[in-house]
């Protein structure tokens, strides 16, 4: 690449992060400042702005400064260097930058923004830096505020105005107003101009609403533009505004009040029960943490063991002796809460309960307790296990307790019977599934389940008992019982091709025809040859000259032989059919003209009368076929055609096709059919014998499985 196509290429990329169109404005970063400017005119080296009166001082000071606008696909920030500065027609300053090499470098505080929103931790910060983003990205912005306040207070304040060191003007608060009072998104104030850039300027308001309530506004003063850039632009604000909708519903997600404390309350104990990978970590965490929240001095989770329920789990406890008398009695507690399928709180919280609770009482009494609850795991009206809670002397349960203590239990118990039952080994996990399914088949309801039992038991006996026909089903194709080529009698150049693979011909059809040009160049020589022989002999014989008409006698001989054979290829120039059939093979319609040597197949031609069929068998099915076996083929392009044939012949040599070995077996078919043609493909099937359907299903598993048993099984076993 030369130096003038280097030169165009960079042009084409500058023009192409160049701001689309004049009128757009642009953040000028020089010191610690920012001045607003708007695009004049652009070039593919730098831009010409427009800037106001009062930021000359600035871009005198600082000859380098950084540029931001916005693109389509985001912002852009350049390093540039100010070349001149005049003042402007109508009002302004005019400057011109040129863009520094090194601008694709270079990153200005803008790109840190994103980061600074997002970690932001108060309202009032995050809508600050908000602002900053949204001025940056929407083109044609020259002031800016957020102002926010609490919804049901009604007094709303600015809390962020861009430029920094800039505040509001009157248009803004209208807009801001507008937009409060109205609560909708206005646009007021077409027309107007800017004093310092005296450009066309206009003020546009959104308010900023969640859930029907009003949280505060925000308003920008924005260069007019055409209807349908200021339509985008609006557009862009609204979405802009649910970044700030967001971080609202975000705080206040994090806000809950006492109604809502039991559901945080079952959210972390579900969090704890999903926390830990194993069963046992996760029961002994649920039932630590449940005591805590709930203030109780033991918590114990027990789920069910055959008829009665163990104890898995202690709260603040990972080790415990499963036969002690406290366990025993926990136990015994959870066994009366599983009797009575309900949940029993010792004192009772009624009177005129007639719950039993003995169990629960000398728990109480033995352990020192002020109250004891348990709580049945239930599923699908299965009781599985129970959660039994002590509270100290002095304490007990009421009832909106207890009902959070059963709501735990139906979320969290189910999450702990399936991690209880995804640590079991797998010959119990195999026991329980029987147990379950034979459970429902046994008990009440679960009437598809029992259908679909009846059903596979019924399919079973009917495997086991009834009998069907063997086949083995093999690839086969059919074959001419005779198959003749016709070759190249000798080097010559394909003429003419008359037939192609497919066409029926009769005997004696011209097939095609060989170049004779050399031949008869030949047959021309050899007879010049014989004449010239000839008149010698003939002088000789005049002279009397014995030697030499001896000589001659022999030439004229073997000119005569020579002249023979080239009859004889002149006769064999015209290639013919041996027989009616059917060309197998052979196109020379694409090969006229090309050179053919003696010995070159031509064409294959096979007869239509008489045909046989060769079947793949599979090595594993070969020692159940024997000659004179029937069977059925079905072709690929007659698959509504069924033909008998008979077994013939069993070639004992094997063939590997795509990693598998099969054998040739020929059959005869029974008809002779006129649709048929050979090279037809389809599936054969081969009768073998009747076989219970049970072993026709299973056999081929039954072959492997035999083979991978011998060939792992250790010698001498």
């Known amino acids: 690449m030369d130096i003038n196509q280097q030169s165009q290429s960079k042009e084409l990329r500058n023009e192409a992060r160049l701001p689309v169109e004049p009128g757009c404005t642009v953040i000028i970063h020089c010191d610690d400042h920012e001045v607003i400017g708007t695009i004049e005119n652009k070039s593919g080296s730098g831009l010409q702005v427009r800037v106001a009166e009062a930021s000359k001082s600035h871009l005198e000071k600082s000859n380098f400064l950084t540029m931001t606008y916005s693109m389509p696909f985001g912002l852009v920030s350049q390093r540039a260097q100010v070349c001149w500065i005049k003042a402007g027609q109508g009002g302004g300053l005019l400057s011109g930058v040129a863009f520094l090499e090194s601008d694709t470098d270079f990153q200005t505080n803008y790109q840190k923004l994103w980061k600074q929103f997002n970690e932001a931790t108060r309202l009032e910060t995050a809508a600050g830096y908000w602002l900053r983003l949204q001025c940056a990205m929407l083109s044609g912005v020259t002031r800016g505020v957020v102002i926010l306040g609490k919804p049901e207070s009604g007094s709303f304040v600015p809390i962020s105005f861009w430029p920094e060191g800039q505040r509001g003007c009157l248009g803004l608060t209208d807009a801001a107003e507008l937009a409060l009072h109205e609560r909708r998104g206005v646009l007021r104030n077409q027309g107007q101009r800017d004093p310092g850039l005296n450009i066309p300027v206009c003020h546009i308001g959104f308010p900023l609403m969640l859930s029907e309530q009003l ?122 809460a599983l009797e009575q399928m309900a949940s029993v709180v010792y004192p009772s919280l009624d009177e005129n309960s007639v719950q039993i609770s003995r169990c629960h009482e000398k728990l109480l009494r033995d352990q020192g307790s002020g109250s004891v609850c348990t709580i049945p795991f239930c599923s699908a009206g299965e009781v599985f296990g129970a959660l039994t809670l002590e509270r100290p002397p002095g304490s007990s349960f009421e009832r909106h307790t207890v009902e959070l203590c059963e709501t735990i239990a139906s ?106 040009t050399d031949l008869i160049l030949e047959r021309t020589k050899w007879e010049s040859q014989k004449e010239q022989y000839l008149k010698e002999y003939r002088d000789a014989l005049g002279q009397s000259e014995r030697s030499k008409i001896s000589v001659l006698n022999a030439q004229i001989g073997q000119v005569q032989a020579q002249l023979a054979i080239t009859e004889a290829q002149l006769a064999r120039v015209q290639l013919k059919a041996p027989f009616d059939g059917v060309i197998v093979s052979g196109d020379l319609s694409q090969s006229l003209g090309a050179p053919s040597q003696r010995g070159d197949i031509l064409f294959e031609i096979a007869p239509l009368e008489d045909y046989r069929v060769v079947l793949k068998v599979d090595e594993r099915d070969i020692t159940d076929i024997v000659v004179a076996q029937k069977g059925e083929l079905v072709l690929t392009g007659l698959s509504e055609k069924v033909i008998p044939f008979v077994v013939n012949k069993i070639t004992p040599v094997s063939e590997t096709q795509e990693g598998r070995n099969y054998f040739r077996v020929e059959a005869q078919l029974e008809n002779k059919l006129d649709f048929l043609r050979p090279g037809m493909e389809g599936v054969g099937k081969i009768r073998i014998g009747e076989r219970k359907i049970i072993w026709i299903w299973t056999k081929n598993l039954l072959d492997w499985l035999r083979l991978s048993l011998w060939t792992w099984w250790p010698e001498g076993l």
Not at 454 to 483: K, M
Request: net charge neutral.
């Open 215 to 336: 949280y505060g506004v925000v308003a920008f003063e924005i260069v007019a533009r055409s209807e349908p850039l200021m339509r985008a632009s609006m557009r862009h604000l609204q979405w802009g505004i649910s970044w700030l909708e967001l971080f609202i519903r975000r705080e206040e997600g994090k806000k809950y009040t006492p109604e809502n404390q039991q559901l945080v309350t079952v959210l972390e104990l579900i969090t704890a029960s999903l926390e830990h990978e194993k069963f046992q970590a996760s029961a002994t965490s649920v039932a630590t943490e449940l005591a805590t929240l709930l203030k109780c001095d033991r918590v114990s989770i027990g789920f069910l063991k055959g008829k009665f329920i163990q104890v898995n789990a202690l709260s603040h406890s990972v080790d415990f002796a499963k036969k002690s008398s406290l366990i025993q009695s926990i136990g015994l507690a959870m066994d009366e």
């Open 411 to 516: 979320l969290v118990g189910p999450i702990l019977e399936t991690k209880r039952k995804e640590d079991l080994w797998l010959g119990q996990k195999v026991w329980v599934s029987i147990k379950r399914v034979y459970g429902q088949l046994v008990g009440p309801a679960h009437g598809g389940l029992k259908l679909g039992a009846v059903i596979a038991l019924g399919t079973l006996l009917f495997c086991l008992f009834a009998t069907g026909d063997y086949r083995i089903s093999a690839d086969t194709q059919l074959e001419g019982a005779i198959q003749r080529v016709v070759v190249t009698p000798f080097d010559s150049y394909i003429k003419e091709a008359y037939v192609r693979p497919g066409d029926l011909v009769k005997k004696d059809t011209l097939l095609a025809k060989l170049d004779d």
